[in-house]
């Protein structure tokens, strides 16, 4: 039902972890729900520079953590706004309908991070 | 690879293959035709109703044969609601049954307008008999029980249950699918008037079950067409399953005793080996009232289908609350029925064991599931947060 791109990144996934201090943080989904991502961003000169992320989920849910962090790596904040759940779609080739959830989750992560290291920046004016 | 998900399904025996081959090919012969090929294989056929009615000491005009578990309780619970709605509308059942009883009585609820109370079940899912007899109304018709849950491995109790039904006159149906072949079964004993097996669950082929039904319950089928099975399940016999499932009820009742004693010894040192190694995981399902073969336990901050992806890399198979769930967003409903919280509930693992499991099986699943949990829970945003 997974394809191998999926379960290559389930099992190598890229960017695993936290990152002390960041610049913004998104925390999306419920553990009532079986997922929850935790999305951490640095930001240097409008460019995401590192990006982690934790997950609780199942295969689907810590594979498109995975290929959203890698996305995001290396964007301006601008460029990966614009990233969506289809990005995360295509790079893993497809995904079972019932996990559609997951890939939102991801893009959901991604956007509450930027919005959280937006809302730093403001309150730093 | 190491199998340990029996629950779900088992290996059909060689013997039992080889036993059901010719009925396929030289012995193809419809069993309701007149001439004498059919004769032998009506023989056959009879002569497997009265091995499998003897597996659960009924009588073998008690016995009909349908396609497996499912369609077994399907026809039990709709088949007797229906001959007897003119005398109630209300079913009485638990919140941990198998779907394929949970949905038949949702589509009688939606359908046909029947009432169903679905019982509470303690926090290792044994369901009160006390209950049963307080939830009993004037119109109740029909009390559907499972004799042992397929996902936690609570063996029901049965027996008493059985009695309050014959004491009250109310119909009682019993899912035995998960003891068939691991349990020595009396229906007599159990006061069961329906009583549903399937034989892939016991080292026979798929697609063949048997429903027993006490001599002047009331039913009404639900398939309709020839005389076959009296035309209470119409249809030209499964014969090779038939055959095949004969086999495998005769092969369970010898080898029964000595498949306990060894499954349990595994069973065990599984259990206590990943308690001893996994923090923070816990059993799930009754200490002592449970399948000799069936472990199921939460492991919590990790996600359930995560570990059984990493499981298969390792070779090893098992399952996450039963396999029909696998497949839904859902947590076992099971799981919640015991009051396991949603967020635990999803990081359950099962583990049934079968005849082919050996101790090098249980040292490797012990040794690479810690390492999976681990892994997981560095992942995890909750593990060390706590």
């Known amino acids: ?88 779609i295509d790079v893993l080739e497809g995904l079972p309908p019932l996990k559609k959830h997951c890939s939102l989750l991801a893009e959901e992560g991604l956007h509450a991070a930027i919005e959280d290291y937006r809302k730093k920046q403001n309150s730093q004016k | 690879m190491v199998y340990l998900d029996y629950n779900a399904t088992t290996p059909c025996l ?45 009588l073998p005009e008690e016995i009909i044969f349908t396609s497996g578990g499912t369609e077994s309780a399907n026809i039990a619970l709709t088949g007797s609601a229906f001959a007897m709605k003119d005398k109630g ?20 609820e939606k359908q046909f307008g029947f009432r169903v109370t679905y019982l509470p079940v303690d926090r290792y899912g044994i369901i009160d008999p006390e209950d049963v007899k307080k939830a009993l109304t ?22 008493e249950i059985g009695k309050i039904a014959k004491e009250s006159g109310i119909t009682f149906h019993c899912d035995g699918v998960q003891v068939a072949g691991k349990i020595p079964v009396s229906v007599k004993k159990l006061n069961v008037d329906f009583f549903s097996i399937s034989a892939h669950k016991f080292y026979g082929p798929k697609g063949i079950g048997a429903l027993y039904i006490r001599k ?123 009051g396991i919280p949603p967020e635990v509930a999803h990081g359950s693992l099962r583990f049934s064991l079968g005849r082919a499991n050996t101790m090098a099986d249980i040292e490797k699943t012990c040794e690479v599931l810690p390492k999976i949990v681990e892994n997981l829970r560095k992942m995890s945003p909750f593990w060390d947060k706590k």
Request: net charge negative; aromatic share 6%; glycine share 8%.
């Open chain 2, 138 to 159: 004037e119109k109740t018709i029909l009390i559907s029980i499972m004799a042992a849950n397929n996902e936690i491995g609570t063996i029901e109790p049965i027996e």
């Open chain 2, 216 to 338: 002047g319950t009331r039913f009404k089928p639900i398939m309709h067409g020839g005389h076959q099975e009296k035309g209470l399940r119409p249809g030209t016999e499964n014969v090779p399953g038939i055959i095949g499932m004969a086999k495998a009820c005769e092969i369970s009742k010898n080898l029964m005793a000595e498949d306990a004693s060894r499954e349990k010894i595994l069973r065990d040192e599984l259990e206590n080996n990943l308690v001893e190694k996994i923090p923070e995981i816990q059993i799930n399902g009754h200490p002592e009232k449970r399948l000799y073969n069936t472990l199921n336990l939460c492991v919590k901050y990790v996600e359930g289908e995560s570990m059984l992806l990493h499981l298969d890399f390792e070779g090893i198979c098992a399952s996450s609350g039963s396999a029909c769930t696998s497949g839904s967003l859902e947590p076992s409903h099971v799981l919640l029925a015991l």
């Open chain 1, 1 to 88: 039902m997974y394809t191998e791109k999926l379960l290559d990144h389930f099992k190598n996934p890229r960017n695993m972890g936290r990152i002390e201090n960041p610049d913004g943080i998104g925390k999306v989904g419920n553990p009532v729900c079986g997922d929850v991502m935790w999305i951490y961003i640095k930001v240097k000169d409008n460019r995401i520079e590192d990006i982690k992320f934790e997950t609780f989920g199942c295969g689907a849910a810590i594979a498109t953590s995975s290929v959203i962090t890698e996305l995001a790596k290396g964007k301006t904040i601008e460029e990966a706004e614009k990233i969506t759940n289809k990005d995360v």
């Open chain 2, 14 to 58: 060689p013997e039992v293959v080889e036993e059901m081959k010719r009925w396929h090919t030289e012995l193809f012969f419809n069993p309701s035709s007149i001439y004498s090929p059919s004769q032998e294989v009506k023989k056959v056929v009879e002569d497997a109703r009265k091995k499998i009615a003897g597996f659960l000491d009924a």
């Open chain 2, 89 to 108: 509308n209300h079913i009485i059942t638990s919140s941990i049954e198998h779907h394929a009883v949970l949905n038949t009585c949702k589509f009688l």
